[in-house]
Structures are given as structure tokens and as C-alpha cells.
């Protein structure tokens, strides 16, 4: 029987964070494994984060800092935008972004659009307090590819958070300008968008190029930091492409005061102040 305590069972889940650093949890169990249509999939019970979902050995998601990320890939779109009514989650298939979005009563509808039906149903299984809100008789989960789900909108969307994998595989087209002026083109005429884009330690040529393309397309482009301390280096950027509303114009005493555990009026000023070595990736 495995004793947390006197660490008799050495078991551990590691990550390729970069091909020169990994970072290994200790785990208590293995919950399921197998591989979807799209990915291998993971769900490992493990020691400093609780329940962690891999796809591809890469962690997605853990109990103990979802918040961060979930919060941040949200509200400070949500709250910028000030009346949002549709919003569309690309990926995100654990659900945490939708739990966050629903929170706002001007919410008319959340639409989900998830390549891969089993990264929802692990979640739903796995996963409840990250999961939970999918049911929701605002949500709408649609399995398919969010390449071509953008494609074929316009004028449809006020918010669209792209919480997509690293880009490999299928979320490749994810990161690609064609693909952002598409969401440009699907959204309202004072919509946002808002995509995870990944580390300024370790994925600077990315983000230096991702910057450049949204703010090609976007009249307004800004790029906040939020701190994930199982993603790699702990630092991890968000970038916000917006049509009319700046996010630094946001005004403190209109957030309606949601219950959050990382996001606040202050928290969203300061995630837009950016260190010099940022700032310069984005010149
Ligand atoms: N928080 C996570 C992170 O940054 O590591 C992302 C979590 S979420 C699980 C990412 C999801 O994007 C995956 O479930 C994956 O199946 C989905 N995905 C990848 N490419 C996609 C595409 N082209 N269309 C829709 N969903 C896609």
C-alpha cells in the first residue's frame, strides 16, 4: 500500500518541459490512461500539484494552479469587453475556461469547440471542480475543429479565448495569422480575443511572431503575464488582440466582484506591465 508519508513507492510523472529540462512530480497513482483519436491522455494523481491531465506528457492542467490560468485567459477579456453575450472557447476541453466565462450574467451563450470528445469526458470524469459548469444550459459543446469553426462565423462572437496545446499536432493552425484574422472576422464589431501563448523564457520566437501578425490585424494588441508554477518556468504570457476596448483603460470599480483566487482590478493592471526583457520580444 503506498505510504505518502515514509515516500515508499517512487513513482514519477515527468515532463519534457523543453528537450534540456524536465520537470517530474511525484505521483501517488495513475488513474487512466489511453490514446485518443488525437493524443495520448493522462490522468495522474500526483503529490506537490493533486490531480494532473497530460496530453502528450505534457501537463494541460492541475487542481492546484488551474485557477490562475482559467481566471486569466477570462476576466481580463470579460471585463475589458464590459456587456459580452457570446462567447467561444477554442480547445479548453477540461472545462475551466467555460466555468470562469459563465460567471458573468450577461452571458447569453458559451460555445465550446473541442477537437477531442475524450479530453472532455475524462474531464467530466476526472476532473469535476474544473469540469463542472459544461452542463450548463448556456453551454454548448461542439466537437470539432476550431480551425473551421471560425472559418465559417462572422460578426458571431463578443469574446473568443483560445486555450489551446502547445502548437504541435492539431493546434499547430492555432497560432497561424490566418487563423487570427479569421477570429477577427468572427467576432462582433467591438469584440476580443485572447489566446495562451506560452513562455517568455522558453518560447520567445513565438511570441515575438504571434505579437506581430495579431497586431497586424487588431487595432489593439496587448500582451499580460500570469504566474503557472507547473508550466514551464512558471511564467507563462497571454496575448489580447481587441477591435475597440484597451484593457488599460479598464476601470477598477466595474469588475463585479466575481469570487476569484488570483484575478482582481489590481491583479489586471498589473498583468499588462511587462519587464524589459518582455518588452523587448514584442519590438
Ligand atoms: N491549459 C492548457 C495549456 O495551456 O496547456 C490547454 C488546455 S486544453 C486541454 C487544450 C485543448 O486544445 C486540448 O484538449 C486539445 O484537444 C485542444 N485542441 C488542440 N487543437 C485544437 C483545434 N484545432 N481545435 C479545437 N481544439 C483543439
Known sequence: MFDQKKHVFDLWATEDQTPTMRLSLQAARTLHTEQTPYQHLAVVDTLPFGRVLFLDGIIQT???DEFVYHEMITHPALNTHGNPKQALVIGGGDGGTIREIIKYPTIEKATLVEIDAR???NAREYLPEISCALDDPKVEVRYEDGIKHVQERKNTYDIICVDST????????LFAKEFYQNIYEAL???????AQTESPWFNQELIRRVHKDISSIFPITRV??????SYPGGMWTFTMGSKKHDPLEFVADKFPGYETRYYTPEIHK???QLPPFVQELLK
Open 62 to 64: 492541475t487542481i492546484k
Open 224 to 229: 499580460m503575464l500570469a504566474f503557472i508554477p
Open 166 to 173: 502547445d502548437p504541435i499536432g492539431p493546434a499547430v493552425g
Open 270 to 272: 498589473a498583468a499588462f
Open 119 to 121: 479530453v472532455v469526458e
Open 188 to 194: 462582433t464589431e467591438d469584440g476580443i480575443f485572447v
